[in-house]
């Protein structure tokens, strides 16, 4: 029997220093989309926006169940590729990436793609289920049996992942098949609720009787009780029976900024009209609709150069006078100071011949001793928060440092591409998009925010 999709989406900035949102979602009667973004100097924001803008169109689209995962992939490449492009169009881009679990629709079936740290749930009567593997340190670790899930929920390098969209030919999602039944219900969620909120919790809270919207405000609302820190992204669908559910899609987070206004134009059209018409709001300026009719991707690139130059100019021209001067040292970064990482005060821009920015403690964990791949990231700098932050990012560095890192063989057929990155070998479960007891590719652990 044919089901539909009962869906919400909700988001919220988080009780942290972030002063921006990056994560961005989307629901929609054929397609739930959520992308976590990495931040700091780079653009989350930008990533995550840019990524839901590039799927959106898969919302009305009609495919078949043969071809419904080439078409998600080729479509989350397509998204990755964008990523690249725009990197290439602004230095302030460049290291910016997201995760994603993009989920596609028709009848019974859903096409699954997941890459990152971000996860996807199932209940399906009172089990619940995790459906996406992570892409991360500690996962590696929970593989291995180096650690438990105890330890996992609060070890001090749960920020690492190990793979997201980055713009890099490799950053290939995993991919399965599901099939829907109704009275399932799906969660995805981004690491704000999962850090913070019990796993066991959040299964507690999939069980109880309400509508998709107030699952979802459960979520949030417990995820601020627990006091995240990080940004709180989250779309519940539950499997209905066929036209009983909504048409209109949600979005919520970075994106839904720049949607407004639009969205209301197609609110009577099919569910094809309302994704293209959040899609030109995603690719391009919403202060000039008179552009949706140009190319999106020129659109996009457009938005993205001028939302870029608009922060360079705030931050620049500002840092003139004594208030931005007193923001930027407020601002921390780690990056190298006479081959030694070390921790700056400042923002890592010059202002003609003044620097913004200066070593506050250079560690004696030497450039020299990190990971290759990581030695060209801590020397373009890894933005922080706070000085905790920037702490922790050099605990994090140090940690890297005393791994094993020598590759280790593959086994043919475990991975379709490889990478620069030394490997660690995964156990069977590494791989969502297998049958129990299937290879699983191999990763390299990667702190979020500095990707390969």
């Known amino acids: 029997m044919s089901v539909a999709l009962r869906y919400a989406a909700r988001s919220h900035i988080g009780l942290g220093t972030k002063s921006r ?23 989350g924001d930008v990533a995550s926006s840019l990524v839901v803008g ?34 290439h169009e602004s230095t302030d881009a460049d290291g910016m ?17 997941n890459i990152g740290d971000s996860r996807a749930y199932l209940r399906r009567g009172s089990r619940v289920t995790q459906i996406t593997r992570d892409h991360s340190f500690v996962q590696q670790l929970l593989d291995e049996g180096r650690i438990g899930p105890e330890e996992a929920a609060h070890h001090p390098q749960r920020s690492l992942v190990t793979r997201v969209l980055t713009g890099r030919g490799e950053d290939h999602p995993d991919l399965s098949m ?49 006091a995240t820190r990080d940004n709180i992204t989250v ?3 539950d499997a209905v ?19 407004r206004g639009e969205a209301g134009k197609a609110a009577g059209g099919s569910p094809a009209e309302k994704a293209a018409a959040l899609s030109r709001h995603t690719q391009e300026e919403p202060e000039a609709p008179a552009l949706a009719e140009e190319d999106g991707h020129r659109g996009a690139l457009r938005w993205v150069r001028r939302g870029t130059i608009a922060i ?31 921790i700056f005060r400042g923002v890592s821009q010059d202002l003609g011949p003044w620097a913004l920015s200066r070593p506050e403690t250079t560690t004696d964990l030497a450039l020299a001793d990190l990971p290759t791949y990581y030695q060209g990231r801590v020397e373009a700098s890894l933005s922080a928060d706070n ?54 590719p191999p990763q390299s652990a990667l702190p979020r925010g500095c990707p390969p």
């Open 387 to 440: 000085r905790s932050d920037a702490d922790s990012i050099v605990s994090e560095l140090r940690a890297l440092v005393a791994l094993d890192c020598t590759p280790v063989p593959v086994q043919p057929g475990q991975e379709r591409t490889t990478t620069a990155a030394p490997t660690l070998p995964l156990p069977d479960s590494a791989n969502p998009t297998a049958e129990p007891g299937a290879p699983g």
């Open 312 to 342: 360079i100019v705030l931050v620049v021209v500002g840092a003139g006078g004594w208030a931005s001067w007193a923001w930027s040292q407020q601002q921390y970064f780690v990056g190298v100071d006479d081959g030694q990482v070390a």
């Open 178 to 226: 599901r099939e829907l039944r109704a009275g399932d219900r799906i969660l995805i969620c981004s690491d704000g609720l999962t850090d913070y909120v019990a796993e066991s919790t959040v299964a507690d809270i999939l069980r109880s009787e309400g509508s998709a919207g107030d699952i979802a405000d459960q979520l949030v609302a417990i995820a601020l009780r627990g």
């Open 235 to 237: 779309v519940v669908a």
């Open 21 to 43: 949102n990056e994560d961005s979602a989307y629901a929609g009667p054929e397609l739930l989309v959520l992308c976590d973004g990495m931040g700091g100097h780079a653009a």
């Open 54 to 87: 590039e799927l959106v169109h898969l919302d009305g689209e009609s495919h078949g169940a043969d071809d419904m995962l080439d078409v998600l992939e080729g479509a989350i490449m397509d998204a990755n590729d964008r990523l690249s492009e725009v990197a």
């Open 97 to 113: 990436g997201t995760t994603c679990i993009a989920m596609m629709r028709s009848g019974d079936k859903l096409a699954v793609a």
């Open 241 to 259: 029976n066929s036209g009983d559910a909504p048409t209109n899609p949600q979005v919520v987070g970075a994106v839904s900024d720049l949607r």
